[in-house]
Structure formats: C-alpha cells, structure tokens
C-alpha cells in the first residue's frame, strides 16, 4: 500500500518542530551553550574566557553533533521508515536535474564583503567564533570547519531535503518555499532579530537552488561559506581571540 503524500508531508512538519525543539533543547541544556552570550551582555569582557578552553570545545562539538543526530540521522530514519521513498527523493542524490544558474555565483562574493563587515559588529562577536577560546591553533580551525559542515549537511537535509520535498508532493513551489522559510527563520528566532529575519531571503535562495537543482548540495555548499567565512572574520576580528602558529 502506498503511503499518502499527505502523511509524509504532516510527518515533515512535525519533525521540523519537534525534531528541531528536541536538538536545540539538548543541546542547550547539554552544554549551556547560551551561557557565553548571557557572560557577554552581563558581565566582563572576560567572563567569556572562564571556562577552559577544553570544555569551550566540547560544548559546541557536543552541540553540532546533536544537531546531525537529530536533524540529519532523525530525518532519514524517518523517511526510511516509510520504506515508499528512497533518500535521493529527499534531496541526498548526487545528480544534477538541472546545472546551478550562473547568477547564482554572484552571492559567493556577495555574502564574502558582507561578512567581513558584519563580522565586526558586538552582537556578532558576542554569539561568533562559537568556541569561545583565545587561543586557536589550525588543528581547531579544522576541527571546527569540519564539525560546522557536518552540522549545515543535517541542518539542510531537514529543511531543504526532508521538510522541502515533502511540501513538494502536496504542493506548488511557492507556498512550498513559503512554509520551509517561515519554519527555518523561527528556527534562528533564538539568535535574534538580525539572523531571524536574514533567514527568509537565505532561505527563499537555497530553497531555489535545491528545487532548480534536485538535490541539497548547493545549499550545503551555500550554507557552508556563510557559516565557515563569519567564523574567520569573527576571529579576526575578535579582540580575545587570535589564531596561533604551531611554533608558539
């Protein structure tokens, strides 16, 4: 018996809720990852630094692997369980239905310039370089650039792959795209209104990428450069932090 596409449609939108409420209260809760902002807005300069920086490194590791357990590994069981649709219909093939627009290109070098001047700005250096440690070595740089794509892989299969694709089969594209980028904007509601509101227009361009494309890797890829690049400005632009060389 075929399941209803209505069914994998309602069970998308609950794991978008559900799924995602049960990662960022873990994750949260796991390893008091909002204890560095609330240091930065009430207290000192350095009470951001008092935990050690092993402990500063194994809270947000702990926090992006509970985000691919939940968002990515969560989803695909899900859809596996209902045996019907394979993962490539939700966005993980690797072909191509159509090439990536050349138009799109223009927003590496667009998201590039405006990183590197938003990256200066107090409230993006009270939430970025997430790992809050002084003293970065290019072991941790790597470390984290991995941990960061492996989390946007889970985070974009969510809500590109899962939660798209299922609105796919019950809708059109647009009011499609419309729950998608009203879902994943609630979901930065907790950073603010800077990320929360900056969430819709990302959100209506990667969900394009993905419907043009017939799969999520542009957006991974997207996703990927905005996280990866405001973590290197952040870092340089942070006053507390500095990467150092392995001779010191």
């Known amino acids: 018996m075929q399941t209803d596409y209505s069914l994998i449609f309602t069970l998308a939108i609950l794991w978008s809720v559900v799924g995602f409420g049960a990662y960022y209260f873990l994750s949260m809760a796991r390893t008091a990852a909002l204890e560095v902002e609330q240091n930065v807005e009430n ?119 899962f939660l798209l694709y299922s609105s796919l089969l019950v809708l059109e594209p647009v009011p499609a795209i419309a729950i998608n980028c009203s879902l994943y904007a609630f979901a930065h509601f907790y950073k603010g209104p800077g990320e929360t509101f900056g969430a819709i227009p990302v959100g209506i361009f990667v969900c394009y990428l993905t419907v043009h494309t017939g799969n999520i890797w542009s957006a991974v890829i997207f996703h990927s450069l905005m996280a990866l690049s405001n973590e290197w400005f952040s870092l340089r632009a942070h006053p507390e932090m500095k990467i150092q060389s392995r001779k010191e």
């Open 43 to 161: 207290s000192s300069p350095q009470s951001e630094f008092q935990l050690s920086p092993g402990i500063q490194i194994r809270k947000i590791l702990i926090q992006r692997f509970l985000g691919f357990l939940f968002l990515g590994l969560g989803s695909a069981v899900l859809i596996l369980l209902l045996k019907d649709k394979p993962l490539t219909d939700f966005g993980l093939g690797f072909s191509f239905e159509q090439p990536v627009p050349w138009w799109s290109y223009l927003a590496v070098p667009l998201v590039v310039v405006v990183g590197f001047f938003t990256a200066k700005s107090e409230s993006n250096l009270a939430m970025y370089p997430q790992i809050r440690v002084k003293r970065w070595t290019p072991s941790l740089l790597l470390l984290s650039g991995i941990s960061w794509v492996l989390f946007l892989v889970a985070y974009e299969f969510l809500f590109r792959g």
